[in-house]
Nanobody, 117 residues
Framework: QVQLVESGGGLVQAGGSLRLSCAAA?????????MGWYRQLPGKQRELVAR???????DYVESVKGRFTISRDNAKNTVYLQMNSLKPEDTAVYYC??????????WGQGTQVTVSS
């Protein structure tokens, strides 16, 4: 079992920045855990925003490339999402997710990010 605690969401004006954090705890093989951030709009499917492997390899959805940066502190099992140049279309509930060995998924409770125009 993995517990994920997210923080850092909120309301920001367009062009502003926010930093999300997700602290994870649990008895899993963290070397095989991909940590990531996902977002979901009402009535829409959850989509991947960014993810990072234990070794630091990253993937980003095209719409956030150059604006968002994901990072990971393996000693603390914590993943961060630095979001710069935020746009109103980035408004969503952001979820921290951990996928272990491509089979088991764990999710945080979600944190609201609202970008006003």
């Amino acid at each position: 079992q993995v517990q994920l605690v997210e923080s850092g969401g909120g309301l920001v004006q367009a062009g502003g920045s926010l930093r999300l954090s997700c602290a994870a705890a649990g008895s899993i093989f963290w070397l095989n855990a991909i940590m990531g951030w996902y977002r979901q709009l009402p009535g829409k499917q959850r989509e991947l925003v960014a993810r990072i492997t234990f070794g630091g390899s990253t993937d980003y959805v095209e719409s956030v490339k150059g604006r968002f940066t994901i990072s990971r502190d393996n000693a603390k099992n914590t993943v961060y999402l630095q979001m710069n140049s935020l746009k109103p279309e980035d408004t969503a509930v952001y979820y921290c997710g951990v996928v272990v060995s491509g089979t088991r998924e764990y999710w945080g409770q979600g944190t609201q990010v609202t970008v006003s125009s």
